[in-house]
């Protein structure tokens, strides 16, 4: 079965970094887009960035172009959300999901939790 | 960017009733480009429908997806005590830009 899961979540201090990580299974990995959705705590749900199957095309929401990356590794099955410059706007639970052809979202992780304060 | 507004923000109804929610999208949705999800808490969301009106794997019946254009609604024919939960929509016919709703809270009146 299809199982997505985060890591790499924590508290960290306006400016700084973190890199999160999707380990996937229970599917061909490098047949699908990949994509990274976050969600504040008691908000909805904001979409964040999604790669080609390859990596080679990329796209980002405004609120984070310039200062989050994206990026895949298909012979580890994983995903990554490189973040800098973090805000105390971007805390909120990352989830990684799988995106279907549009894309919409079929599968999704548990989340992991990015907490952004001094 | 295309804005998705969905109302009401919460719905209270009892078990067996009928649930309507709706999804006004701020410009046309291309090809009906419009997904659902539910969500409960502490848990991901799940994807419910797609393309405005397909079902997703294993969703039951009571659930349906109609609309085009500006205008889209979900609709749960008879409450199920597990449906109680949050909903959100999805457009994705301006890709790469890509846009939620701030989501409608099904609540046990």
């Known amino acids: 079965q299809v199982q997505l899961v985060e890591s790499g979540g924590g508290l960290v201090k306006p400016g700084g970094s973190l890199r999160l990580s999707c380990a996937a299974s229970g599917f061909t990995f490098s047949d699908y887009y990949m994509s990274w959705i976050r969600q504040a705590p008691g908000k909805g749900l904001e979409w964040v960035s999604y790669?080609?199957?390859?990596?080679?095309?990329?796209y980002y929401a405004d609120s984070v172009k310039g200062r989050f990356t994206i990026s895949r590794d298909n012979a580890k099955n994983s995903l990554y959300l490189q973040m800098n410059s973090l805000r105390a706007e971007d805390t909120a639970v990352y989830y990684c999901a799988r995106a279907v052809p549009g894309p919409f979202f079929d599968y999704w992780g548990q989340g992991t939790l990015v907490t952004v304060s001094s | 960017e295309i804005v998705l507004t969905q109302s009401p923000g919460t719905l209270s109804l009892s078990p067996g009733e009928r649930a309507t929610l709706s999804c006004r999208a701020s410009?046309?949705?291309?090809?009906?480009?419009l997904a659902w999800y539910q969500q409960k808490p502490g848990q991901a969301p799940r994807l419910l429908i797609y393309g405005a009106s397909s079902r997703a794997t294993g969703i039951p019946d009571r659930f349906s997806g109609s609309g085009s254009g500006t205008d889209f609604t979900l609709t749960i024919s008879r409450l199920e005590p597990e449906d109680f939960a949050v909903y959100y929509c999805?457009?994705?016919?301006?890709?790469?830009?890509?846009?939620f709703g701030g989501g409608t809270k099904v609540e046990i009146k």
């Open positions: 999805q457009q994705y016919g301006s890709s790469p830009q890509l846009t």
């Open positions: 410009q046309s949705v291309s090809s009906s480009y």
């Open positions: 790669i080609s199957s390859s990596g080679s095309t990329i």
